[in-house]
């Protein structure tokens, strides 16, 4: 091998070296992208999730005070109505 050759290979192999030296840069930043990313989401996915747990938690409680309140207004109309009936049969 002619010294040329030797230089020109060595040259070429110092070339893949810094190539490959910046694949596994651009590797490990696009690695740590991506689980930056993944853990981005899934905080958000997370919040989400217990945003809507809250809300669904809200309404139900909100629908049962509805449902108090209303089976109470029925309750005190039935109460009304049968304390009539009874005056109306006691005056009898």
């Keep these: 091998m002619s010294l040329f050759n030797l230089c020109v290979s060595r040259v070429d192999e110092s070339k893949n070296s810094q190539n ?3 694949v596994m840069s651009l590797n490990n ?3 740590v992208k991506v689980h930056l990313l ?3 989401q899934t905080k958000e996915w997370s919040d989400m999730v217990l945003r809507q747990l809250v809300e669904e938690h809200d309404g139900k409680k909100d629908h049962i005070v509805q449902q108090h309140e209303c089976l109470r207004k029925l309750l005190i109309d039935a109460q ?3 304390l009539k009936e009874l005056e109306v049969k006691q005056d009898r």
């Design 29 to 31: 930043d696009h690695k």
């Design 80 to 82: 009304t109505a049968q």
């Design 20 to 22: 490959q030296g910046k």
């Design 38 to 40: 993944v853990a981005e």
